[in-house]
């Protein structure tokens, strides 16, 4: 009876230390949350906020509706998504002195440079983990090597990039075609160059996923006579998809908010919209935080949209080594 009585006691300790570990553990996962969450609940408010709303002292948090202080407007997002011939619409201009500034061109620059070379660098970093992984191209630690390209911080390549875009490049095509040839400022030169930063991501990534396939499974279909580009297209492909979704994912973030190469490799013809933000801290624009708050937010939906819709993919990549074990 005594044992019983001292176990029940331990176990009713065990539980009350056990909730209040769980308590606090979700206390500051909380507390971590909302930091997180904070800077993003003040570009959406600050969005909606009308000039004289953006640095009021002290701030108005919530809008009126709400009880808050500031009345919501949206034209801040109306002079972003204006249509005119030229780029700016004088209705809806705060004063007489402000520039055209639609991110109509931006947004499309970087929908196709981000979605093209992830694609890109998708395809490059599947085919070459899979030699990777079943030849051992490259040797023993070469998997571990391709990352060293990534420890090369984008300034220290961004200027050499610069003059062999702006200058070799078209004196060489110059020199043998007769034509001169540009990469500077064009949606390949910048497309390549994401391709060339992001593969080592992708190898890296994509090796996870390609050693976890069976080899058996590929061995059964040579035996039943099937080629290796079949047996990698109805065999490997359909097995490491989820993990393909994953990487194009992380890829595609990256590429959609690239800004240092974007800046010093692009510009005027090409403008990405981390750049197009940017111009919202100079000094030819001022400081135009309602549309540069909506500019973010804009930057920010396609991505949250896109983990959303590929939410089932992403379980299934991040736990399919798991899986497999």
Same mark, same amino acid.
């Given at each position: 009876?005594?044992?019983?009585?001292?176990?029940?006691?331990?176990?009713?300790?065990?539980?009350?230390?056990?909730?209040?570990?769980?308590?606090?553990?979700?206390?500051?996962?909380?507390?971590?949350?909302?930091?997180?969450?904070?800077?993003?609940?003040?570009?959406?408010?600050?969005?909606?906020?009308?000039?004289?709303?953006?640095?009021?002292?002290?701030?108005?948090?919530?809008?009126?509706?709400?009880?808050?202080?500031?009345?919501?407007?949206?034209?801040?997002?109306?002079?972003?998504?204006?249509?005119?011939?030229?780029?700016?619409?004088?209705? %809806?201009?705060?004063? /007489? *002195? !402000?520039?055209?500034?639609?991110?109509?061109? #931006? =947004?499309? @620059? &970087?929908?196709?440079?981000?979605?093209?070379?992830?694609?890109?660098?998708?395809?490059?970093?599947?085919?070459?983990?899979?030699?990777?992984?079943?030849?051992?191209?490259?040797?023993?630690?070469?998997?571990?090597?391709?990352?060293?390209?990534?420890?090369?911080?984008?300034?220290?390549?961004?200027?050499?990039?610069?003059?062999?875009?702006?200058? %070799?490049?078209?004196? /060489? *095509? !110059?020199?043998?075609?007769?034509?001169?040839? #540009? =990469?500077? @400022? &064009?949606?390949?030169?910048?497309?390549?160059?994401?391709?060339?930063?992001?593969?080592?991501?992708?190898?890296?990534?994509?090796?996870?996923?390609?050693?976890?396939?069976?080899?058996?499974?590929?061995?059964?279909?040579?035996?039943?006579?099937?080629?290796?580009?079949?047996?990698?297209?109805?065999?490997?492909?359909?097995?490491?998809?989820?993990?393909?979704?994953?990487?194009?994912?992380?890829?595609?973030?990256?590429?959609?908010?690239?800004?240092?190469?974007?800046?010093?490799?692009?510009?005027?013809?090409?403008?990405?919209?981390?750049?197009?933000?940017?111009?919202?801290?100079?000094?030819?624009?001022?400081?135009?935080?309602?549309?540069?708050?909506?500019?973010?937010?804009?930057?920010?939906?396609?991505?949250?949209?896109?983990?959303?819709?590929?939410?089932?993919?992403?379980?299934?990549?991040?736990?399919?080594?798991?899986?497999?074990?």
């Amino acid at each position: 009876m005594m044992n019983d009585a001292h176990s029940r006691k331990a176990e009713i300790s065990f539980a009350k230390r056990y909730n209040l570990f769980s308590w606090f553990r979700h206390g500051v996962l909380l507390g971590w949350a909302s930091i997180v969450l904070f800077p993003i609940f003040w570009m959406i408010s600050t969005s909606f906020k009308d000039s004289g709303d953006w640095v009021t002292w002290p701030p108005s948090w919530l809008p009126s509706f709400l009880g808050g202080g500031y009345k919501t407007t949206l034209l801040n997002y109306q002079q972003i998504f204006a249509f005119s011939a030229s780029g700016f619409d004088e209705k %809806l201009s705060r004063e /007489a *002195t !402000e520039q055209a500034f639609n991110i109509w061109s #931006s =947004l499309g @620059d &970087s929908a196709l440079i981000a979605s093209a070379s992830s694609l890109l660098s998708l395809l490059l970093g599947t085919f070459l983990a899979y030699s990777i992984s079943r030849y051992s191209v490259g040797g023993k630690n070469f998997r571990y090597m391709i990352l060293t390209i990534r420890m090369v911080p984008p300034i220290v390549i961004a200027i050499p990039i610069v003059m062999y875009y702006a200058i %070799l490049i078209p004196y /060489a *095509t !110059e020199f043998i075609t007769g034509t001169r040839l #540009s =990469l500077f @400022d &064009s949606y390949t030169g910048l497309g390549l160059l994401y391709v060339a930063t992001t593969l080592p991501f992708v190898i890296w990534m994509m090796l996870s996923f390609i050693d976890e396939v069976p080899y058996t499974l590929e061995h059964a279909a040579k035996l039943m006579g099937a080629g290796r580009i079949y047996t990698l297209r109805r065999v490997v492909v359909p097995l490491v998809a989820p993990g393909m979704v994953v990487t194009f994912l992380f890829i595609f973030i990256l590429n959609w908010s690239e800004f240092l190469l974007a800046l010093t490799l692009t510009q005027p013809k090409i403008s990405t919209l981390p750049v197009l933000l940017n111009k919202f801290q100079s000094a030819v624009e001022g400081r135009l935080y309602g549309p540069q708050a909506a500019i973010g937010t804009v930057i920010t939906v396609p991505v949250v949209i896109l983990g959303i819709l590929i939410q089932k993919h992403l379980i299934k990549g991040f736990s399919f080594g798991l899986m497999r074990k």
